[in-house]
């Protein structure tokens, strides 16, 4: 029902956006959010936007680099990343809950597939 797109082999400082276009529903009263999960290791939060679209909040290490935001018209969720890092290579994920998004990934309802970004030094 989720599905990302937009990642790729990029080089440091470049930017990338990742969009989340749902399928089959509308996701208007849900909060949405990235994880993103490197190779090997577990799956993390990345930043989340509430329902409304009023709220956001981010993972500290994206912070000033990263912004989540939601078309309704649209009913797809992007994010834009900037300044990327090699530590920022992972597969980016599309979550979504009702209402409000956890950052921890046990806690999410909906997730969809992840799209690989890269980032070379």
């Known amino acids: 029902q989720l599905q990302a797109f937009g990642g790729g082999l990029v080089q440091a400082g470049d930017s990338l956006r990742l969009s989340c276009a749902p399928s089959g529903r509308t996701f208007s009263s849900y909060g949405m959010g990235w994880f993103r999960q490197a190779q090997g290791k577990e799956r993390h939060f990345v930043a989340a936007i509430s329902w409304s679209g009023g709220s956001t909040y981010y993972a500290d290490s994206v912070k000033g680099r990263f912004t989540i935001s939601r078309d309704f018209a649209k009913n797809t969720v992007y994010l834009q990343l900037n300044s990327l890092k090699p530590e920022d290579t992972a597969v980016y994920y599309c979550?979504?809950?009702?209402?409000?998004?956890?950052?921890?990934?046990?806690?999410?309802?909906?997730w969809g597939k992840g799209t690989q970004v890269t980032v070379s030094s």
């Open positions: 979550a979504a809950s009702l209402r409000s998004i956890s950052s921890k990934p046990s806690e999410v309802q909906y």
